[in-house]
Nanobody
């Protein structure tokens, strides 16, 4: 069964950067489109970015130009580079399949990103 382990979050000042990682096991990673989601306190989980098995990327308008999603199929790892962070980016970030592919019922523990001065 799939296992998703997110890491790389932390406390950062506005304008700062972070790189999130998601190690995926239990499935053939290279065969799946993948995505990053986030959930802020009191809000629903939202899609942040997605990447196809061929490397095509899409982004939510709120993060376009600031975040970059990538993948390493050898390491079975999904990445999210977060630049020019804003307080409204504060959330727990998760990886999973994109909505069009039907996310797995299993979600990892996520990684907390807090943007504050």
């Amino acid at each position: 069964q799939v296992q998703l382990v997110e890491s790389g979050g932390g406390l950062v000042q506005p304008g700062g950067s972070l790189r999130l990682s998601c190690v995926v096991s239990g499935i053939t990673f290279r065969s799946y489109d993948m995505a990053w989601y986030r959930q802020a306190p009191g809000k629903q989980r939202e899609l942040v970015a997605s990447i196809t098995i061929g490397g095509k990327t899409t982004y939510a308008d709120a993060v376009k130009g600031r975040f970059t999603i990538s993948r390493d199929n050898v390491k079975s790892t999904l990445y999210l580079q977060l630049n020019s962070l804003k307080p409204e980016d504060t959330a727990v970030y998760y990886c999973n399949k994109p909505p069009a592919r039907g996310p797995w019922n299993y979600w990892g523990q996520g990684t907390q990103v807090t943007v504050s001065s």
